[in-house]
C-alpha cells in the first residue's frame, strides 16, 4: 500500500495494515535488523526520517522508533529507542492522527480536528512554533479560526500544509531563510511548492498514470487550439480558450459576454496595449489559479500583470502578484516597486519596500531608481519612512 525510505533504512506497509522494514539498523530505525521482517500491525499510515520511523495504527495513535537525539519521537525523551515502537505523548487523547509525515529530523502530524502537531529538530524553524529550538514533545502549530489544514508533507528541513479551500503553506528551510511560521503560497500541489522552496529532489516517486484533478484537467485545456471554442489575439498571436471557462472564472469576460459582443456570436477578440506574454498568463492565471513563471520572468511583467489585474478587479491574482514581487525585490528595484506600491496603494508592499530599503540604503541611493525619482513629494516621502523605520538611528 506504501513505502517510506529513510538515509539508509527502507520501510513498507502492505495490504494487510503490517509494517516491514529492512537494510541498515545502526540506530535501530528499522526495528529488526537483517532482511525484511515485521515491525507493527494494524497501521495505516507510515513515514521515515533520516534515522527514524513514524507509524500511525488504525486507531489514530502514533509510533516512532529509531533515531531521537533531537525528539523526533516525540516520546518526551531525548534517547533513542532501538528495535521496540514507543507510543507518541503529548497529542490530546480526544484527537485522532489521520496522518504523518517526517522530515530528516522533525514529525509533523494532521489530526481529524483539521490541526497540526509538530516536534523534533528545528533549527531552521521547520516546526512552525516561530522558535527555532526543537521539542521532544508535540506542540500545536496556530492557526486562525478561518485555517482548518487538510493535508500535510515533509521533506528535508521543510514543511508544507494544505487548507481546505486548497491554499498550500510553507516553513522551514526555504531555499537557505528560515521561516518559522507558516506563509502562504502561490502553489497548487505540493510537488510544485517543494519545487519552489525546498530541495532539488522529489519528495515522492512520480506516477505518471495518475488521474488528474480539476485544475490539472483546465491546466491541459488551456491554449488547446483542439477545444477551444474562442481565440484572444495579442500582439498578433493568438490565445486558444473556452468562454464558459472565462464566463467562470473572470468577472470581466462574464460582462463582457452577457451583452452586445454575445449577439454577434464573435471567434476572436483582439487586444491591445498589453503584452502577449502578460494577458496570456493572465488568461492561464485563470485556468489553473498559479502565476507562469516562465512567462512572467522579469519584474516589469510582473508589475503589468498586477496593472491588467487591478483593471479586471482579479484581487487574489493582485496578491499572487505582490508574494511574487516581494520575493523578486533586489537593491536596482525596490525604489520602482515603492514607486509602484504608492501608486496602487499596496500597503504591504509599501512597507516590505521600505524594511528592505532600511537594510541596503547606502547601495539602493546609488541606483538608477533612486536617481528617476524626480517627484520631490515622492522623493520626501520615501527619505521619511525610511527614516521613521530607523534608516539614520546610527
Known amino acids: 500500500m506504501d513505502i517510506a525510505c529513510g538515509n539508509k533504512h527502507s520501510i513498507i506497509l502492505t495490504n494487510n495494515d503490517e ?20 515491525i507493527l500491525s494494524d497501521v495505516g499510515c507510515i513515514s521515515c526520517g533520516d534515522n527514524f520511523t513514524m507509524a500511525v495504527k488504525k486507531n489514530g495513535k502514533v509510533y516512532g522508533w529509531g533515531s531521537n537525539d533531537v525528539g523526533q519521537l516525540g516520546i518526551g525523551t531525548y534517547e533513542n529507542e532501538n528495535m521496540k515502537p514507543q507510543l507518541l505523548i503529548g ?5 485522532i492522527v489521520d496522518k504523518v509525515t517526517c522530515g530528516s529530523n522533525h514529525t509533523l502530524v494532521l489530526t481529524d480536528k483539521a490541526t497540526i502537531y509538530a516536534w523534533g529538530g528545528n533549527k531552521f524553524g521547520q516546526l512552525g512554533f516561530g522558535l527555532q529550538s526543537e521539542f521532544c514533545t508535540p506542540n500545536m502549530i496556530a492557526q486562525t479560526e478561518e485555517i482548518r489544514w487538510v493535508d500535510i508533507a515533509a521533506l528535508h528541513n521543510i514543511s508544507i500544509a494544505v487548507t ?7 516553513w522551514g528551510d526555504c531555499r537557505g531563510e528560515c521561516i518559522s511560521i507558516p506563509i502562504a503560497t502561490s502553489s497548487f500541489n505540493v510537488h510544485d511548492t517543494f519545487a ?13 498514470n495518475e488521474k488528474l484533478d480539476i485544475l490539472g484537467c483546465l491546466g491541459i485545456a488551456f491554449d488547446d ?21 472565462l464566463t467562470i472564472c473572470s468577472s470581466h469576460f462574464r460582462n463582457m459576454f452577457a451583452h452586445d459582443w454575445a449577439e454577434n456570436n464573435q471567434s476572436v477578440i483582439k487586444v491591445d496595449k498589453i503584452s502577449h506574454d502578460v494577458y496570456k498568463a493572465y488568461l492561464k492565471y485563470l485556468y489553473t489559479n498559479t502565476i507562469d513563471l516562465y512567462l512572467i520572468n522579469t519584474f516589469e511583467k510582473v508589475s503589468e500583470l498586477f496593472d491588467l489585474a487591478n483593471a479586471y478587479y482579479e484581487d487574489n491574482l493582485k496578491k499572487q502578484c505582490i508574494y511574487r514581487i516581494k520575493q523578486e525585490i533586489t537593491v536596482s528595484n525596490v525604489v520602482y516597486f515603492y514607486n509602484f506600491a504608492v ?10 519596500c521600505v524594511r528592505f530599503a532600511v537594510i541596503h540604503m547606502r547601495a539602493v541611493v546609488k541606483t538608477e531608481n533612486f536617481a528617476k525619482l524626480e517627484d520631490d513629494k515622492l522623493m520626501n516621502r520615501f527619505i521619511n519612512e525610511v527614516s521613521k523605520a530607523g534608516c539614520f538611528k546610527h
Not at 91 to 95: A, E, F, M, T
Open 225 to 245: 487550439s483542439s477545444t477551444s471554442d474562442l481565440k484572444i489575439q495579442v500582439d498578433d498571436k493568438c490565445i486558444h480558450v473556452h468562454k464558459i471557462i
Open 164 to 170: 481546505e479551500t486548497g491554499r498550500f503553506y510553507v
Open 19 to 38: 509494517v516491514y522494514a529492512w537494510e541498515s539498523n545502526n540506530s535501530g530505525q528499522v526495528g529488526i535488523y537483517g532482511f525484511p521482517k515485521l
Open 91 to 95: 497529542v490530546p487523547g480526544s484527537l
Open 196 to 208: 519552489h522552496y525546498g530541495p532539488s529532489i522529489m519528495h515522492k516517486p512520480l506516477i505518471l
Open 343 to 352: 501608486k496602487y496603494e499596496t500597503e504591504e508592499l509599501r512597507e516590505f
